[in-house]
């Protein structure tokens, strides 16, 4: 079986998501994976970033160190794994712009049957993650990707909250992400490459190699 192609694309404010699509990466390439890291590009105007010190430090440390999400990534891609943050239950303008320009990719069947799964963060417990989650899936479903939760496989996504959708962070922006957060989202991503690798070994025996 060869390496499972793994594209971690998120969007990150003041660094949460970042963290964990960075644990997503640590988790693909511990399985032997292929991956790249990609950050969608921000719309904000700097003066919006400026005002929000978290922000700005963040999007200082990682715009010319992470590259910037392109078509190309989804196009190379076996496993889709995507983190951003909740805006008002939805995602964020940035991720939903986007996921808006994937036409081109969708109309050619190019996206359809790609392992995805997704990942978020509010402030509070109650912030909006699971509709946020279930937001993103929508244009999944779209795609006719092949959505992998984590639903309730692991005693760690009990510890980290208990969403079967996807992991979810809360307290966003006041610092670290809390370990049994990091291990959830390490679980949702080794479940995530297991389906795939199943769905790999179905092909390649259909196709007698």
């Not at 990534?73 to 943050?85: K, N, T």
């Not at 049957?113 to 946020?132: D, F, I, L, R």
């Amino acid at each position: 079986m060869t390496a499972l192609k793994t594209a971690i694309i998120y969007y990150s404010s003041t660094g949460t998501n970042y963290q964990l699509a960075r644990e997503a990466e640590q988790a693909a390439l511990d399985t032997g994976a292929e991956t790249r890291l990609r950050r969608v590009k921000e719309l904000a105007p700097r003066e919006a970033i400026a005002a929000n010190p978290a922000w700005l430090a963040h999007y200082d440390e990682t715009a010319g160190v992470v590259p910037e999400a392109g078509l190309e990534d989804l196009d190379w891609a076996d496993v889709l794994i995507f983190s951003c943050p909740t805006r008002y239950g939805s995602i964020a303008a940035q991720m939903k712009q986007f996921l808006d320009i994937t036409g081109p990719l969708w109309s050619k069947g190019k996206l359809a049957n790609k392992v995805v799964t997704a990942m978020t963060s509010a402030q509070n417990p109650h912030g909006g993650q699971e509709a946020t989650i279930l937001s993103l899936y929508t244009t999944m479903f779209h795609w006719g990707a092949l959505v992998v939760t984590p639903g309730y496989t692991d005693q760690a996504v009990f510890e980290a909250g208990g969403n079967p959708y996807g992991t979810s962070a809360t307290a966003a922006g006041d610092g670290e992400v809390e370990a049994p957060i990091l291990k959830a989202a390490r679980h949702q991503t080794n479940r995530a490459l297991a389906v795939a690798g199943w769905l790999q070994q179905g092909r390649d025996a259909a196709n007698g190699s």
